[in-house]
């Protein structure tokens, strides 16, 4: 298993500046080859033509990589063509978004069970904000704010692959904060934090952190006894056990 799960960061939409190269240049790395096949999968975004072009144009021309999309939506792709599209990549990217959409999607086309194939053949799982939040077994999501400005955050189940919840934007989103306080009281275990420009690296039984900007951070946020703890995930070059992450101490 191999995963790199980004906060959020920007990668080259017009009028911002590209923030997460070294996470993202760590993803090809991973996939241990120079020019891997890079899949990008914008099912969160609504399969958005100016989203598919930035990373075209950021991973393809930029990074070096052969880019491919996969559209789900408005689509008469068949399942074979799907499983073709994800066993032929090195990588999978998945594009922000909403969540909760995007999740409902994958799952009535099957590509939930697709990617848990893909796992076995060693691709890289990857992406940013709703792209991350799916690997976890949950996230917290602002999928109803694109219909209702003013709804709160949701908790999403995601895929499953880490056993806990990943909280995106935490430095950059003021209601996240308070907002995981309130969930975590509703969710059994660890939450994942993490700032924009930074990163949770798995690999198999091992984590690390991964940022593009020095200030960026990941937390760790339970409930314990009554009272809510966050802590620093401390940022190591060295690979750490990820069963010691997942539990309360």
Same mark, same amino acid.
């Given at each position: 298993?191999?995963?790199?799960?980004?906060?959020?960061?920007?990668?080259?939409?017009?009028?911002?500046?590209?923030?997460?190269?070294?996470?993202?240049?760590?993803?090809?790395? !991973?996939?241990?080859?120079? /020019?891997?096949? &890079?899949?990008?999968?914008?099912?969160? @975004?609504?399969? %958005?033509? *100016?989203? $598919?072009?930035?990373?075209?144009?950021?991973?393809?021309?930029?990074?070096?990589?052969?880019?491919?999309?996969?559209?789900?939506?408005?689509?008469?792709?068949?399942?074979?063509?799907?499983?073709?599209?994800?066993?032929?990549?090195?990588?999978?990217?998945?594009?922000?978004?909403?969540?909760?959409?995007?999740?409902?999607?994958?799952?009535?086309?099957? !590509?939930?069970?697709?990617? /848990?194939?893909? &796992?076995?053949?060693?691709?890289?799982? @990857?992406?940013? %904000?709703? *792209?991350? $939040?799916?690997?976890?077994?949950?996230?917290?999501?602002?999928?109803?704010?694109?219909?209702?400005?003013?709804?709160?955050?949701?908790?999403?189940?995601?895929?499953?692959?880490?056993?806990?919840?990943?909280?995106?934007?935490?430095?950059?989103?003021?209601?996240?904060?308070?907002?995981?306080?309130?969930?975590?009281?509703?969710?059994?275990?660890?939450?994942?934090?993490?700032?924009?420009?930074?990163?949770?690296?798995?690999?198999?039984?091992?984590?690390?952190?991964?940022?593009?900007?020095?200030?960026?951070?990941?937390?760790?946020?339970?409930?314990?006894?009554?009272?809510?703890?966050?802590?620093?995930?401390?940022?190591?070059?060295?690979?750490?056990?990820?069963?010691?992450?997942?539990?309360?101490?």
């Amino acid at each position: 298993m191999k995963i790199l799960a980004i906060g959020g960061g920007e990668i080259g939409r017009p009028g911002f500046k590209i923030e997460t190269v070294k996470i993202d240049k760590e993803i090809i790395r !991973l996939s241990g080859k120079t /020019k891997p096949k &890079v899949l990008f999968i914008p099912t969160a @975004s609504s399969d %958005s033509e *100016g989203y $598919i072009s930035v990373v075209q144009k950021y991973y393809g021309q930029k990074l070096g990589c052969q880019v491919e999309s996969l559209l789900l939506l408005n689509n008469k792709i068949s399942n074979r063509e799907i499983e073709r599209k994800v066993f032929n990549s090195d990588v999978l990217y998945v594009g922000g978004g909403n969540t909760l959409k995007m999740m409902n999607v994958w799952r009535k086309r099957g !590509l939930d069970k697709i990617i /848990k194939k893909a &796992v076995t053949k060693g691709i890289v799982l @990857s992406g940013v %904000s709703a *792209g991350a $939040i799916c690997w976890f077994k949950y996230g917290s999501s602002d999928s109803r704010r694109f219909h209702n400005p003013k709804a709160d955050l949701i908790r999403v189940s995601g895929l499953g692959f880490v056993n806990a919840l990943f909280c995106p934007h935490y430095d950059v989103e003021k209601d996240r904060k308070p907002d995981l306080k309130k969930l975590m009281k509703k969710t059994p275990g660890i939450a994942i934090a993490v700032d924009n420009c930074c990163a949770i690296e798995v690999v198999d039984k091992n984590y690390r952190i991964v940022s593009s900007k020095n200030t960026a951070n990941a937390y760790k946020i339970y409930w314990k006894d009554g009272k809510y703890i966050e802590q620093t995930i401390k940022k190591d070059k060295k690979f750490q056990p990820l069963e010691t992450l997942l539990q309360k101490n």
